[in-house]
């Protein structure tokens, strides 16, 4: 019973390629987000949709590009791949998109997608 | 601007031994929230506990413990008797009410490496 799963868990490409990381919760939560972690495993948010509507976007490249056909799925496009996307990204979903006091905010993540750019 | 500081960064220990993790955390906010995630060799992130800023009750469960004190900005967790399936990277992340949206700052982790 996967809660969150990303495809593919692995991703070797070269520099200047279009990609793509899907990421689907099957826990019928209403928010998704997506994380990169770097090399040193530092963990930072780029992206969270709520209902299939962006609600955060933290400064990234215009190259990253989510998707949401629909609250269940939340996918990560990247065009012109560079050196430096090289990091493992990690999907999470959430009950509830704000701060309600209750546990329903807690993230669940994917396992991560390891991207390698050469 | 919230911030999240794990100073120890890596931490040996030997089978048996308690542990203790310390997190430190910065926010201007009255009302907040605090997680703690472990991320083992296989990699995947796995959620271990929230705490709400309003509520210091410590917390146990098994063989995890964790101390909340907002004098002190301090969300430590402490491992008793370690086991080598303990061994892993651990996150303390920090959320803010404030923002309206969940938006979670992690620190840079404390890898634990327990040795039989």
């Known amino acids: 019973d996967t809660a969150v799963s990303q495809t593919p868990k692995y991703l070797v490409t070269q520099m200047g390629n279009d990609k793509s990381i899907k990421c689907e919760q099957n826990?019928?939560?209403?928010?998704m987000y997506w994380y990169k972690q770097d090399s040193k495993k530092f963990l930072k948010i780029m992206f969270s949709y709520n209902n299939k509507e962006l609600i955060i976007n933290e400064t990234v490249p215009n190259r990253f590009s989510p998707k949401s056909p629909d609250k269940a799925h939340l996918n990560l496009h990247i065009n012109s791949l560079e050196l430096g996307d090289s990091a493992v990204y990690f999907c999470?979903?959430?009950?509830?998109?704000?701060?309600?006091?209750?546990?329903?905010?807690?993230?669940?993540f994917g396992p991560g997608t390891r991207l390698t750019v050469l | 601007a919230q911030k999240v500081t794990q100073a120890q960064t890596e931490i040996s220990v030997v089978e048996k031994e308690d542990v203790t993790l310390d997190c430190v955390y910065e926010t201007r906010d009255t009302t907040y929230y605090l997680f703690w995630y472990k991320q083992p060799p296989s990699g995947e992130l796995v959620f271990l506990i929230r705490?709400?800023?309003?509520?210091?009750q410590n917390e146990i469960s098994g063989r995890y413990s964790w101390n909340f004190q907002k004098s002190t900005s301090s969300f430590n967790f402490t491992i008793t008797a370690s086991q080598v399936v303990d061994s892993a990277v651990y996150f303390c992340?920090?959320?803010?009410?404030?923002?309206?949206?969940?938006?979670?700052?992690f620190g840079t982790g404390t890898r634990l490496l327990v040795s039989p």
């Open positions: 826990l019928g939560h209403d928010t």
């Open positions: 992340a920090l959320s803010e009410a404030r923002t309206g949206f969940q938006k979670l700052v």
């Open positions: 705490r709400n800023s309003f509520d210091e």
């Open positions: 999470a979903s959430s009950q509830d998109q704000g701060i309600s006091g209750r546990d329903t905010d807690t993230q669940y």
